[in-house]
């Protein structure tokens, strides 16, 4: 389990924003997890609270985009979506693809700050 | 109060990604060839390192490694057996290792006077796959004892390697390990991925997989071709 140490990698990331910001708190958090990123967002929601108390970002709602892994196939020459992290074959034509074109990604897209106006 | 969105759109681990990209820069200068090792606990990376490690040495490769656990520097005094540098990183309970250990670790080794750097990790199947420590190769490894269906059970981790090595190949009939099931279940999370069946005990299978190191190493050397 890792999820508690991509929390505080998380809050790192926001709490440095929002200072430069002059933010006083963090409300929301906007995350964007791929199946092969390697990380559970089960897991992540149930470490955030954890991981995010005694900062910024405290109380805050923490909102999961999770995406799945899209492959090229060489055959059907066009990128298509995979389902589950099984199987690496065009879901079409059955040819296999070790050309991962989405599904990696683990990114801080947005969060949401309060400031005295 | 006013309330703000904020866009960002970076990574979490963009400090480890840009320090893993510094440390494969550093090592492409140095003309080191960086292969990391992950595997379950017990699957055999260590008795399969020192084994490698002996094997390299006798051919006059400089070799040298970095051995990550949680706690106990016991597997960096067993390869340091082998008579090669070797440093251990304790992660006291952390699951994998980071890229900006790597660094602290290598701090005083001069990196242009190897040829083969080892990276050993944590014991752990899940975890490291979202860290690269920039290595330029990562090699998965599963014992035969484990069940042929492990790469399916751990798909992230057998997608980001690129070469698995099955290990412990002297127990397979013993334990009738199903040599078919075990690649079929490696091609379906990683189609088209090199795989190697070993015994560092036995010695079987070790000479294909020093060859294929060695290849990597000598690609490595080379000079970038002049456009």
């Known amino acids: 389990m890792h999820e508690l140490s991509i929390v505080y990698s998380v809050v790192a990331a926001v709490e440095e924003r929002a200072r ?16 092969l990123a390697g990380v559970v967002p089960d897991a992540l929601r149930f470490s955030y609270d954890v991981g995010t108390a005694g900062t910024l970002l405290e109380g805050s709602a923490l909102s999961i985009e999770e995406r799945p892994v899209v492959i090229h196939c060489a055959r ?3 990128d298509v979506t995979i389902e589950g992290i099984q199987r690496f074959r065009c879901p079409t034509c ?24 | 109060m006013t309330t703000r969105i904020v866009e960002v759109r970076r990574g979490i681990l963009k400090k480890n990604d840009e320090m893993a990209a510094a440390l494969r820069g550093r090592f492409e200068a140095a003309g080191v060839l960086v292969v990391s090792l992950v595997s379950s606990p017990g699957a055999g990376k260590t008795e399969f390192l020192q084994k490698t490690l002996l ?32 440093k251990q990183i304790l992660t006291h309970g952390r699951c994998h290792l980071e890229a900006e250990w790597i660094g602290d670790h290598l701090a005083d080794w001069p ?20 860290y690269d420590l920039g290595e330029a190769v990562r090699v998965v490894m599963l014992s035969v004892t484990e069940g042929e269906d492990k790469p399916l059970k751990y798909p992230t981790i057998f997608n980001g390697s690129d070469l698995a090595i099955i290990t412990k190949m002297d127990l397979a009939a013993a334990v009738e390990f199903d040599r078919a099931a075990a690649h079929a279940a490696i091609a379906s999370v990683r189609p088209g991925m090199p795989v190697l069946e070993c015994s560092a005990k036995r010695g079987t299978g070790m000479a294909e997989w020093l060859a294929w190191l060695t290849a990597r190493q000598a690609g490595q050397r080379q000079p970038a071709t002049p456009a």
């Open chain 1, 76 to 78: 059907c020459d066009r």
């Open chain 1, 20 to 35: 430069e910001m002059g933010a006083t708190k963090v409300t929301a958090v906007s995350l964007r997890i791929g199946a």
């Open chain 2, 111 to 130: 990196l242009d006077a190897l040829d083969i750097l080892f990276i050993e990790n944590i014991g752990n199947l899940v975890c490291p796959a979202s």
């Open chain 2, 55 to 86: 094997a390299l040495r006798a051919q006059g490769l400089r070799v040298a490694a970095l051995v990550g656990d949680l706690e106990t520097d016991n597997d960096a005094r067993r390869l340091a057996e082998a008579g090669v540098p070797v």
């Open chain 1, 94 to 117: 059955d040819t296999p693809s070790a050309d991962i074109r989405q599904g990696r990604e683990m990114e801080l897209v947005s969060f949401e700050v309060e400031s005295a106006p």
